[in-house]
């Protein structure tokens, strides 16, 4: 366990060497332009100061939304079967509404659990088999139909839209480029997002409130027979009459950029669309030409352009008197995509960088005041292994925080505890192998083996001991969010750093000195 080759020797001074120089780039007197300096820690939110807003999804406007589409399927239906109905509503409650012939009972209940269906949707109301569960439900009052969705169903969709959320949020957030955003979900319907070092988030706060639901609908026209709705136009407030067939959706879009009009020098949006949507397109403005079609983003007509000839090549331009900052807001919002649901800033608040710079001086503070009761208790207690045992613990702060600067990690408050834990578990590691020496040499004169045999029968004992903090710190990371995470991210890191310190720098130092030393055995002894 003393012995170490040349080459072990070289490869542990090479790695302490790098490991410094990384350690270094964090200090603004060492900061360089190159590959590795570049490589820095980054402080949280509760170090340097920022923006933190709590969202919430809406999804309610969801569920009615999903509902309105199978009403579109409904009634396209019951019209192809010839059967009448009326008082046709779409609510929270479901779809409901009311057959006028008694004689056609019978023909819409078969028609809605998919005997005649001609849809997908309606054979999942009572599901292709007893082990499939039920989305939809149906329910039935003389004459009257309602159909809802099923709560398994709902948990569903709150649950895939919370998923796609969180993607579109942090999506839209890399395209404004912020450093080191954090983004995480709390509860079913909720997502925090912290911002460290803005303390101005109103450009943020106006690309994550908007939900970016755009679509493509002509006008209508007298041959329209799935029906109309009113939307307002943000070009002069007025209220347009839209049809509701929907031509293009915001999902076909593959790219969208800011830029001006060759005639006009106006700011608009350039977009492209995918194979899908550009044949769409083709086919929509090659049959409706001389029709407007109305550009509409969050219920809103942003644009109304009169289809002037058909578009083939799968790209196009959205115009509507936007200034400069709103066409970037706008194609930022296009090229990370839509929200599935409204979402609202339910809190939020602004930590200043004063606070920020107490925690951080605080926490160097008990960090160095921690650092040295731990090297006087050690050089009191071991002598020089106590001075051996402090060198190996310096070149573990310093690993911990260069792999911490490699991986671009966050380091908030409780990081900060976590790398404090780490100097009491470092030093632990060191104590049990002295005290195991201590009880070497009772048993063996000779010092090179006394310090051999103490090394590997400590081994295992700090492999344990390690070992479960590890676990401990792997279960806090995985269930844990937020603060408990950057503590979890560096104890784990510490304990290895510890690891690898102990029994390799540790006892590369304490072997190189006990082979030199090796006829003063007596007075190599400390207690």
């Known amino acids: 366990m003393l012995n170490f080759s040349k080459l072990k020797i070289f490869t542990i001074i090479i790695f302490l060497i790098f490991s410094t120089y990384i350690f270094l780039g964090n200090f603004n007197f060492f900061k360089k332009t190159n590959l590795f300096l570049d490589k820095n820690i980054n402080l949280g939110l509760d170090l340097q100061g920022g923006s933190y807003l709590l969202l919430e999804i809406d999804i309610q406007p969801l569920k009615i939304k999903k509902l309105d589409d199978k009403a579109v399927e409904i009634r396209k239906i019951l019209r192809e079967e010839n059967i009448n109905y009326k008082n046709f509503n779409i609510a929270k409650e479901g779809i409901s509404f009311e057959i006028n012939d008694i004689k056609n009972k019978e023909q819409t209940i078969k028609l809605l659990e998919g005997s005649k269906t001609k849809s997908d949707f309606f054979d999942k109301i009572t599901g292709s088999s007893q082990n499939e569960k039920k989305e939809i439900i149906l329910k039935i009052q003389n004459l009257n139909f309602n159909i809802n969705f ?162 083939l090549t799968g790209s196009g331009q959205i115009s509507g008197n936007f200034t400069t900052e709103e066409a970037n807001q706008l194609a930022v919002l296009l090229r990370s995509g839509a929200l599935p649901a409204p979402m609202k800033i339910v809190e939020e608040r602004t930590v200043g960088p004063d606070l920020g710079e107490d925690s ?121 969010s937020g603060p408990v995470k950057g503590f979890a991210v560096t104890l784990c890191l510490g304990i290895i750093t510890s690891f690898f310190t102990a029994f390799t720098i540790s006892r590369l130092i304490v072997s190189k000195f006990i082979l030199t030393k090796k006829n003063e055995i007596f007075s190599l002894k400390w207690n």
């Open 150 to 311: 099923s709560e398994d169903f709902e948990r569903k969709i709150k649950k895939d839209a919370m998923s796609q959320s969180l993607e579109i949020v942090r999506k839209r957030i890399d395209q404004l480029g912020t450093k080191e955003p954090n983004i995480q979900q709390k509860g079913d319907i909720r997502i925090i997002v912290e911002l460290p070092g803005l303390s101005d988030p109103s450009t943020f706060k106006n690309i994550l409130g908007k939900t970016a639901q755009l679509s493509f609908k002509f006008l209508k026209s007298s041959s329209d027979i799935l029906g109309s709705e009113k939307i307002k136009s943000k070009i002069d407030g007025s209220i347009l009459d839209v049809e509701k067939r929907l031509i293009l959706s915001g999902e076909n879009l593959i790219d969208a950029q800011p830029g001006y009009d060759q005639q006009n020098k106006q700011p608009i949006v350039s977009f492209k669309l995918d194979r899908v949507g550009a044949n769409k397109f083709a086919n929509a403005t090659k049959d409706n030409v001389g029709r407007p079609l109305a550009i509409i983003l969050d219920n809103e007509v942003i644009s109304a352009p009169v289809i002037r000839e058909p578009i």
């Open 360 to 480: 951080i001086r605080y926490g160097i503070i008990s960090f160095v005041i921690g650092f040295l009761l731990v090297f006087i208790f050690m050089i009191y207690s071991y002598k020089i292994f106590g001075l051996f045992a402090n060198i190996a613990l310096f070149f573990n702060v310093v690993i911990l925080l260069s792999l911490l600067s490699l991986l671009g990690a966050t380091l908030t408050l409780p990081g900060i505890a976590g790398v404090i834990l780490t100097v009491g578990m470092a030093i632990d590691a060191n104590v049990i192998i002295y005290e195991k020496i201590k009880d070497e040499f009772k048993l063996e004169k000779n010092v090179i083996i006394a310090f051999d045999n103490a090394f590997k029968k400590s081994y295992l004992t700090i492999i344990d001991s390690n070992l479960t903090t590890l676990i401990a710190g792997i279960i806090l990371f995985f269930l844990g």
